[in-house]
């Protein structure tokens, strides 16, 4: 009942930033997840006993983060680097006993949060962009959802099963299945002018960058030694628990819409 209600609870309060907030407000309701995101990612290596840097970390997360939303191309061009240069810098003069793991994990950490998440920023940028972003989040919702539900019910081949042993096959079908006609249905009552291919490839977008970001979350708290990324979520775990799909669908996404689409 937890997972339900909190679960509901959250997707209503991101639909209702999504649609009625200004950009630069979305950007900060983003931002809220990257920091909260890190925060749970410099805990898990701290708990792990592996060498990083977290306040410099969460630093160049948020800076990456900023840099390429509020940017684009040209942030990306310029605070990739400098983040890059500046981690591995830092680690060198002060941690030299272990300075390219030290860097190789803080680095990680900054772009796989910081970076990934800043594309669905730059969705929302796009025109039409509040409904391009709550098109990504019917899908991965219901390919989450259904996934689950599905899993539970007929599941019975394993998925990954040295990463996520509950995680079917059957699970994973009924996934993408319901992200594809998710898809569909949201393109065909709110954007009419959205092409039906386009619709599908979304939902396959979805359906397969979404587990894959899930499994990836999954290995690394394997490795880290823990069942959640955080408590902050009833039910749900942490922010990270929460966010893993869309590190690998909005990416995807911006890419598909930015190159294929031409948005």
């Given at each position: 009942m937890a997972r339900l209600l909190s679960g509901i609870t959250l997707a209503a309060l991101s639909a209702?930033?999504?649609v009625w907030s200004t950009p630069f407000a979305f950007f900060v309701f983003i931002a809220v997840f990257v920091t909260a995101g890190l925060f749970e990612y410099f805990h898990m290596l701290k708990s792990a006993g592996e060498p990083a840097l977290p306040v410099?970390?969460?630093?160049a997360g948020f800076a990456v983060f900023s840099g390429v939303s509020l940017g684009g191309a040209i942030g990306a061009l310029s605070f990739t680097p400098l983040v890059f240069i500046g981690v591995m810098g830092w680690a060198t003069l002060f941690h030299d006993g272990a300075s390219y793991k030290t860097a190789s994990n803080t680095l990680f950490g900054a772009f796989y949060i910081g970076l990934t998440l800043s594309q669905l920023v730059l969705v929302r940028h796009m025109?039409?962009?509040v409904m391009l972003v709550l098109l990504l989040a019917f899908a991965n919702?219901?390919?989450?959802s259904l996934a689950y539900y599905t899993g539970k019910t007929f599941g019975k081949t394993p998925l990954a099963p040295t990463i996520s042993p509950k995680k079917t096959v059957e699970g994973f079908a009924g996934g993408l299945i319901g992200a594809v006609l998710t898809s569909v249905a949201f393109a065909h009552f709110f954007m009419p002018?959205?092409?039906?291919?386009?619709?599908v490839a979304v939902g396959l977008i979805a359906?397969?960058?979404?587990?894959?970001?899930?499994?990836a979350e999954s290995s690394l708290k394997r490795r880290m030694g823990v069942k959640d990324s955080g408590s902050i979520i009833p039910g749900h775990g942490g922010a990270l628990d929460r966010i893993d799909s869309w590190l690998f669908t909005a990416p995807v996404f911006y890419v598909y819409l930015r190159f294929v689409v031409g948005a």
């Amino acid at each position: 009942m937890a997972r339900l209600l909190s679960g509901i609870t959250l997707a209503a309060l991101s639909a209702g930033v999504i649609v009625w907030s200004t950009p630069f407000a979305f950007f900060v309701f983003i931002a809220v997840f990257v920091t909260a995101g890190l925060f749970e990612y410099f805990h898990m290596l701290k708990s792990a006993g592996e060498p990083a840097l977290p306040v410099v970390g969460i630093v160049a997360g948020f800076a990456v983060f900023s840099g390429v939303s509020l940017g684009g191309a040209i942030g990306a061009l310029s605070f990739t680097p400098l983040v890059f240069i500046g981690v591995m810098g830092w680690a060198t003069l002060f941690h030299d006993g272990a300075s390219y793991k030290t860097a190789s994990n803080t680095l990680f950490g900054a772009f796989y949060i910081g970076l990934t998440l800043s594309q669905l920023v730059l969705v929302r940028h796009m025109a039409d962009g509040v409904m391009l972003v709550l098109l990504l989040a019917f899908a991965n919702t219901f390919c989450d959802s259904l996934a689950y539900y599905t899993g539970k019910t007929f599941g019975k081949t394993p998925l990954a099963p040295t990463i996520s042993p509950k995680k079917t096959v059957e699970g994973f079908a009924g996934g993408l299945i319901g992200a594809v006609l998710t898809s569909v249905a949201f393109a065909h009552f709110f954007m009419p002018g959205f092409a039906l291919g386009h619709a599908v490839a979304v939902g396959l977008i979805a359906g397969f960058a979404g587990p894959m970001g899930d499994l990836a979350e999954s290995s690394l708290k394997r490795r880290m030694g823990v069942k959640d990324s955080g408590s902050i979520i009833p039910g749900h775990g942490g922010a990270l628990d929460r966010i893993d799909s869309w590190l690998f669908t909005a990416p995807v996404f911006y890419v598909y819409l930015r190159f294929v689409v031409g948005a």
